[in-house]
C-alpha cells in the first residue's frame, strides 16, 4: 500500500459517493413512477342501470388520469352482460360475473381509439384496421388481444365502472398491460406486467 | 500611491520599439519624425488586434488547436458534399437558439400547454416566424444528418480510422429522432397528442424492455400530467445536452483524424505517390 494509491483511491471513493449522492436520487426520480401503481381504485358513475342494454353499446365518457382536462378523459362502451351470448371467463369460475361489460376504446394494436359500428356489431379501429367482434375479441388486423375491460359493479341503480384491466383471447382478467402486449400462447411471457401489480 | 492603481494593460501602453527597427524606433521615440495620426491610428487598430489575440493565446495557449482545426490541410476533391455534417450542426444551433426563446412563452402544464403554444404563434411577436424555423428547422435538420449519413456512407469516410466517428454520429442520429418524438408531444394538440400515445405504444411493444420502457417514457402507467413535463425536460435539457457533447467529440475526432479524399480520386492518388518514388 502506497501513499499514491491510498490518495487515488480516496478521491475515486470520495468523488463515488459525491456522484452517487445525486445520480442515484435523479435516477430514482426518473424510473418510480415506474414502480407505483399508476390507477388509483376509484369508482365512477357513468349513469343509470336502465341506460343499458344487452344488445347494443352505449358509449360514455370517463375519465382515466386526474388533472389532465380533456386529454385525460376516454370513452367507455357499456352494455349489460348477456349470460346467454357472453362467453364465460375463467376469471369468473365461482364467482358473480361482472354485471356490465365497459370496453375500453383503446386499441391494443398501438392505443389509438376505436369505435363501435352497431350495424356489423364489431370495433373497428382506424389507425391500422384492426377489427374486434361484439365481445371485443380480436377479428382481424394487427392487435394481439382482446380489447380492455373495466370492472363494473351497480350501486343503489347507477353503474359504476373502476380500474381498467386485461384479458388474453379466453377473457381471463390480468392486470392492466400496455397496447401490443401479448397475454397468450409463449408470447406472454415476453411482457412481463408493472412491478407494482 | 502608485501601487494602489492597478497597472495600465499592455494594450494601452505606448508599444515599445520592435527589434528589427530599433534604430528607427529610437529617432521616432526622439519626436524627429512624427508619423501622421490616420496611420498611426491604423497601425494601432492592427497592433491593437493583434495584442488582444496575442494575451488571449499567452492566457489559454488555444492558437495551436484554432490552428490544426482551422486550417487543417483538407485531401484533394473536396466538394459541397462534405459541408453537410456543418449544415446539420447549424440546423442543430438553430434549434437551439429558437428552442430558448420559444421557452420564455411555452407552459409545460397540460392544461396550459396548446394555449401557450397559440399564443406563441398568434400573439408574440413574429412569435409565427421562431415556432415556425423551429418547427420546419427540426425537419430540415432530420433531412441533413440522414444526407450526412449517406455522404459518410457512400464515400466509405467510416473507415479505419474513423469507425469510432461513425458510433458517434449513429448516436447523434438517434438523438435527434429522439428530439423529433419528444418535441411533437409539445403542441398537445389532438395530433401531437395521439401521436405521442401511439409512439410510446410502439416502444411498449418491444418484447421483454418493452413495458417498463413505456413506463419510463410516460412516468407512469398511464399518459398524464408528469408525461409532458418529462418530455419537455427530455426535449429541452436532457438530449440537447447530450447532442452537444456528443457533437464536440464527433468535431473533435474530425479535426484530429482529418476528412477523407472522395473514393473516385484514390486510384489517381496512388499512382501519384508511386510517380514520387
Redesign the interface.
Known amino acids: 500500500m502506497t501513499r499514491r494509491g491510498v490518495m487515488t483511491g480516496g478521491a475515486l471513493l470520495y468523488g463515488g459517493i459525491a456522484s452517487a449522492a445525486f445520480g442515484l436520487p435523479a435516477l430514482g426520480f ?2 418510480g ?2 414502480f ?4 388509483p381504485d376509484v369508482w365512477q358513475d357513468v349513469g343509470a342501470e336502465d341506460e343499458f342494454n344487452p344488445e347494443t353499446y352505449v358509449p360514455k365518457v370517463a375519465n ?2 386526474a ?3 380533456e ?2 378523459k376516454t370513452t367507455v362502451y357499456l352494455r349489460r352482460l348477456d349470460p346467454g351470448r357472453d362467453s364465460k371467463s375463467k376469471s369468473d369460475k365461482g364467482k358473480e360475473p361482472l354485471p356490465y361489460v365497459a370496453i375500453s376504446t383503446r386499441c391494443v394494436h ?3 381509439p376505436v369505435r363501435y359500428i352497431q350495424a356489423s356489431q364489431r370495433f373497428v379501429c382506424p ?1 391500422h384496421g384492426g377489427v374486434y367482434d361484439f365481445e371485443g375479441k380480436v377479428e382481424g388486423g394487427p392487435p394481439v388481444r382482446p380489447l380492455d375491460r373495466f370492472y363494473t359493479r351497480v350501486t343503489t341503480g347507477r353503474v359504476e365502472i373502476g380500474e381498467r384491466f386485461s384479458v388474453n383471447s379466453e377473457l381471463e382478467r390480468f392486470s ?6 401479448h397475454l397468450d400462447g409463449l408470447w406472454q411471457y ?5 412491478p407494482s401489480t | 500611491m502608485s501601487k494602489l492603481v492597478p497597472p495600465i494593460p499592455k494594450f494601452l501602453r505606448p508599444a515599445p520599439p520592435r527589434p528589427g527597427r530599433n534604430g528607427a524606433g529610437g529617432e521616432n521615440g526622439d519626436g524627429n519624425d512624427k508619423p501622421g495620426t490616420a496611420v498611426k491610428l491604423r497601425d494601432g487598430a492592427a497592433e491593437g488586434g493583434t495584442q488582444v489575440v496575442g494575451w488571449l493565446d499567452e492566457r489559454t495557449g488555444m492558437s495551436p488547436f484554432l490552428r490544426g482545426a482551422l486550417y487543417r490541410k483538407v485531401p484533394k476533391g473536396t466538394n459541397w458534399f462534405y459541408t453537410l455534417g456543418s449544415a446539420t450542426m447549424f440546423a442543430f444551433v438553430s434549434q437551439a437558439v429558437t428552442g430558448v426563446f420559444l421557452a420564455m412563452y411555452y407552459n409545460p402544464d397540460p392544461l396550459r400547454a396548446y394555449d401557450s403554444a397559440a399564443y406563441i404563434t398568434n400573439e408574440v411577436f413574429l412569435g409565427e416566424l421562431v415556432r415556425g424555423m423551429h418547427r420546419w428547422g427540426s425537419t430540415v435538420m432530420i433531412v441533413l444528418i440522414f444526407l450526412h449519413l449517406g455522404r459518410t456512407f457512400v464515400f466509405g469516410a467510416y473507415k479505419y480510422p474513423r469507425e469510432l466517428n461513425w458510433v458517434i454520429g449513429v448516436l447523434l442520429l438517434v438523438l435527434t429522432l429522439a428530439m423529433g418524438f419528444t418535441g411533437y408531444l409539445l403542441p398537445f394538440d389532438q395530433r401531437s397528442f395521439w401521436a405521442t400515445v401511439v409512439g410510446v405504444n410502439i416502444n411498449a411493444s418491444a418484447p421483454v424492455m418493452g413495458p417498463y420502457l413505456a413506463d419510463f417514457l410516460r412516468g407512469g402507467a398511464e399518459f398524464g400530467a408528469v408525461s409532458l413535463s418529462r418530455f419537455y425536460a427530455m426535449h429541452m435539457l436532457l438530449i440537447p445536452g447530450l447532442i452537444a457533447a456528443l457533437i464536440g467529440a464527433h468535431l473533435y475526432l474530425v479535426a484530429k483524424l482529418g476528412t477523407t479524399a472522395p473514393p473516385w480520386l484514390k486510384a489517381e492518388k496512388k499512382s501519384l505517390s508511386q510517380e514520387k518514388i
Open positions: 426518473a424510473l413512477p415506474m407505483e401503481d399508476g390507477t382515466i388520469v388533472d389532465l382536462g386529454a385525460g398501438l392505443g389509438c389507425c392492466p398491460r400496455d397496447p401490443s402486449n415476453l411482457y412481463p406486467s408493472r
